[in-house]
């Protein structure tokens, strides 16, 4: 599985950015899909995830103002993100989950400040 990230970018607090995780290769076997994002300095952490069934999680830190959904026909998962605050700063990455194997892409950027 081969996954293109896009969709960072510089945005105002308070501001949104939409994230795209495209995947190609061997979809089929994906079970899961999700974000994950590293600030500076700090380990990656968990941001959201789908399953193939639909089912959603998302750290506490962006309930509510995050949302994650995937369009099949386009092979791609979305990250809406409302609400930016400036510790949402990081690079975030998409994560496929395709057993045995985790299958990374590469980050994109999205830095939050006015």
């Known amino acids: 599985v081969q996954l293109q990230a896009s969709g960072g970018g510089l945005v105002q607090p308070g501001g949104s950015l939409r994230l795209s995780c495209a995947a190609s290769?061997?979809?089929?076997?994906?079970?899961?899909t999700g974000w994950y994002r590293q600030a500076p300095g700090k380990q990656r952490e968990f941001v959201a995830l789908?399953?193939?069934?639909?089912?959603?999680n998302y750290a506490d830190s962006v309930k509510g103002r995050f949302t994650i959904s995937r369009d099949n026909a386009k092979n791609t998962v979305y990250l809406q993100m409302n609400s930016l605050k400036p510790e949402d700063t990081a690079v975030y990455y998409c994560?496929?989950?395709?057993?045995?194997?985790?299958?990374w892409g590469q980050g994109t950027q999205v830095t939050v400040s006015s």
């Open positions: 290769g061997s979809i089929f076997s994906i079970k899961a």
């Open positions: 994560n496929a989950l395709a057993p045995p194997h985790s299958n």
């Open positions: 789908i399953t193939s069934d639909g089912s959603t």
